[in-house]
């Protein structure tokens, strides 16, 4: 049973105003749960843009600004996380609760609590799978977590209160939450949302330093653009997720490049039969999926 004062959210701090900070405070002031939202940043710019926009009320640049929150939520780059917690800690009490949305989870939760030491029971690490390769507050949407998952990955620490707090700030915004090992987290996203931001990255890297390259971007079809439309995400939050997740990269890198040396000694050996059966594989798992996706 929650208290009736967790839901309601009097002070929510969003660190770091952009597309996932922006459009959770969106989904929170269409839901009504929330009073006042300050936001705390690094450019004055992005700040002033997200009051004109409506996303917060007002905004600090100063960390101070945390102290008397109900909640903290985290948007910025995973490798400016360990920098925010340094700034936040003087001011944070076991009145606050702290959350993130970063795309790798225990390199977060390891920067936590070798900073807030203590203060780590108020941080509930969480990650929205909901996004876009559009970044920026201007790209902040009340419906972005709309029947998407939230998976959160909390700490033994964490009293469940602060857990359930946080779930439902998530279930406000019209996500579902679920719960995750961080371990497993890094390394299921790694296989589904980082190795194909590399992949997307890669083949967009590689044909443009090749020979004819604008001859072949002109001519690039539809499946060129499907595949690649991630390549278009920002390079400083890619970087990030890709440092901080490099074990689990690192091993699925290996993985996919010997699957990828098996399927070229198909076709040096022109094995039609077997390269069109790894296609048909292929093709029924996404069909699945996608039938899945649609029920
Ligand atoms: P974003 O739109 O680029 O917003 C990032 C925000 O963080 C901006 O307000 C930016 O401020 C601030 N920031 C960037 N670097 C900073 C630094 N070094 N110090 C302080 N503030 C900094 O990015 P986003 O897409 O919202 O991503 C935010 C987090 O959500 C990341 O951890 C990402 O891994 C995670 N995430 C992203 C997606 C996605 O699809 N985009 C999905 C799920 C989770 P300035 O404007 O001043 O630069």
């Avoid at 977590?145 to 998976?151: E, R, S």
Wanted: hydrophobic content about 40%; proline content about 4%; charged content about 25%.
């Amino acid at each position: 049973m929650v208290p009736a004062d967790l839901m309601r959210i009097e002070k929510l701090v969003v660190i770091g105003v952009g597309l996932i900070g922006g459009s959770l405070a969106l989904a929170l002031k269409r839901r009504g749960v929330v009073g006042e939202i300050v936001g705390l940043g690094r450019r004055v710019e992005t700040l002033e843009e997200a009051v004109s926009l409506g996303v917060i009320d007002r905004f600090d640049t100063d960390h101070s600004a945390v102290q008397g929150a109900d909640l903290i939520f985290m948007g910025v780059p995973v490798g400016a996380m360990a920098t925010q917690f340094e700034r936040i800690a003087p001011y944070i009490n076991d009145r606050t609760t702290i959350t993130d949305g970063g795309s790798t989870k225990q390199h977060v939760i390891d920067d936590a609590r070798q900073i807030l030491a203590g203060g780590a029971s108020r941080f509930v690490p969480g990650h929205p799978i909901a996004g876009s390769e559009r970044s920026g507050v201007a790209a902040a949407n009340a419906a972005l977590f709309d029947k998407h998952t939230v998976l959160l990955t909390p700490l033994p620490e964490n009293d469940p209160s602060i857990i359930e707090q946080v779930t439902r700030m998530w279930q406000y915004t019209g996500a579902c939450v679920e719960t995750m090992d961080p371990v497993k987290h890094d390394r299921i996203l790694g296989l589904t949302s980082h190795l194909p931001h590399i992949l997307a990255y890669t083949l967009v890297d590689f044909i443009a330093r090749g020979d004819n390259a604008e001859r072949c971007f002109d001519l690039a079809a539809g499946g060129f653009f499907d595949f690649t439309r991630i390549a278009s995400s920002d390079p400083i939050m890619w970087r990030d997720i890709t440092v901080t997740n490099r074990e689990s990269l690192s091993e699925s890198i290996g993985d996919f490049i010997e699957r990828l040396s098996a399927l070229k000694e198909l076709v040096d050996q022109e094995r039609a039969d077997e390269i069109e059966s790894l296609y048909r594989f292929a093709r029924e798992a996404r069909n699945r999926l996608v039938d899945k996706r649609k029920s």
